[in-house]
């Protein structure tokens, strides 16, 4: 059938189809229409999260990854020496990718099923004043723990280090607020929480930052102190713009602002996580995450016990009736995730629930209930 199945994944997801038209014109990298939709997506990021006192927007071509790196490379100097809280799969990515930078970095772990703790990093930086900047992935898509932003803030803010936020599955959704959490970099994408289609990130930088950030990049394009400069000056970005990208984020966000901005983001998408945990459990599913640390935005379920399960099939059979699965990230467990973002409401979760419960049926699988 020629309809697009629901994406039940944390990016690329499912997009309106006024989103996906935006894309269906061609537009000059130089043409002031296209910099002026530019300058309106970059101010209206900024307004999520309160930022536009503080902070300026530097966007940059390229999936999440891409930002995370580039922030890493434009904020730590070359002698810096960079914490990342590590409790799943993003956490131990952005410190692959600051080590390969040749920046010196030290991982604080945590498991995969808790938070990161804020006392834990008070404790850790009182034994290490060497370091300068502190990471932290606000949702840690692995496993899907909400982590405490805040708190690990105020910390960071109390010992005077840099904080550079991992928040590419939270923004837009997750609540931030820039004038009372205090950070150097955030950094999200286009095709996450906004809604939009992958393909550009962007990096809210402290103003005060930035401005001594030139030079430290040892990367050509992944120096953000050069495209924010060059883009003041000319209103257009370094090198080709993602331009499909770019128009189909700014109809993205004109919906999320029509639609009530991140509070009733985060309403829709809390609303999704409940219809599914609770069809799920029906279904006898049991979630990795303690609720009480779980993010509203994927959710890794421990796969069924039965021996007739086999994830490959189990996700061919919910592809049938329309719906991506995601694959586990765990290290050690069997798992599966389900994405509870994108242009979705609980109808889709509800009818995701049935698909899922007739993949159980196909396979002769009687509940979904765990072997632990
Ligand atoms: C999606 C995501 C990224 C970026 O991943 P890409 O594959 O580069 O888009 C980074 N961090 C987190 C927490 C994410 O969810």
């Known amino acids: 059938m020629d309809r697009d199945k629901i994406l039940l994944t944390p990016g690329p997801l499912t997009t309106t189809l006024r989103t996906k038209l935006a894309m269906l014109r061609d537009w000059g990298s130089w043409d002031s229409d296209f910099n002026e939709v530019t300058a309106r997506v970059r101010r209206s990021l900024l307004k999520v999260v309160h930022a536009e006192a503080s902070h300026v927007v530097v966007p940059l071509q390229g999936s999440g990854t891409f930002s995370v790196e580039a922030a890493v490379a434009t904020l730590v100097p070359r002698d810096g020496h960079v914490l990342v809280l590590d409790n799943g799969a993003y956490c131990k990515r952005a410190a692959r990718l600051t080590t390969l930078m040749g920046r010196k970095c030290t991982v604080l772990e945590f498991g995969e099923a808790t938070q990161v703790s804020a006392a834990a990093l008070d404790e850790k930086l009182a034994a290490d004043r060497t370091v ?20 690990v803030a105020e910390v960071c803010a109390r010992r005077d280090k840099g904080l550079i936020v991992d928040a590419m599955s939270s923004f837009g959704a997750l609540p931030i607020d820039a004038r009372e959490t205090r950070f ?28 001594g950030c030139a030079g430290r990049s040892q990367s050509l394009a992944m120096d953000l102190h050069d495209q924010y400069v060059y883009m003041e000056r000319t209103g257009q ?69 039965d021996p007739r399960y086999e994830f490959k099939a189990f996700y061919s059979a919910a592809r049938q009736c329309g719906f991506i699965l995601y694959p586990g990230k765990l290290t050690q467990l069997e798992t599966f995730r389900v994405g509870c973002i994108g242009a979705i409401g609980p109808t889709e979760m509800e009818q995701a629930v049935q698909a899922v419960a007739l993949a159980l049926e196909n396979m002769g699988i009687a509940s979904g209930e765990p072997a632990i």
């Open 132 to 151: 300068t900047h502190v990471v932290l992935i606000h949702c840690e898509t692995g496993a899907g723990v909400w982590n405490p932003l805040e708190a």
């Open 237 to 305: 970005w370094r090198f080709t713009p993602p331009t499909h990208v770019v128009v189909a984020l700014a109809e993205a966000i004109a919906q999320f602002e029509a639609e009530g901005g991140q509070p009733s983001r985060l309403a829709r998408y809390t609303s999704n996580y409940q219809t599914l945990i609770h069809g799920m459990s029906r279904l006898g599913f049991m979630p990795f995450l303690d609720p009480a640390i779980q993010a509203p935005i994927i959710v890794t379920f421990h796969a069924p016990g």
């Open 184 to 211: 150097d970099a955030l950094i999200a994408a286009s095709g996450k929480c906004l809604e939009g289609v992958p393909g550009m990130g962007f990096v809210i930088v402290r103003k005060q930052v930035l401005q």
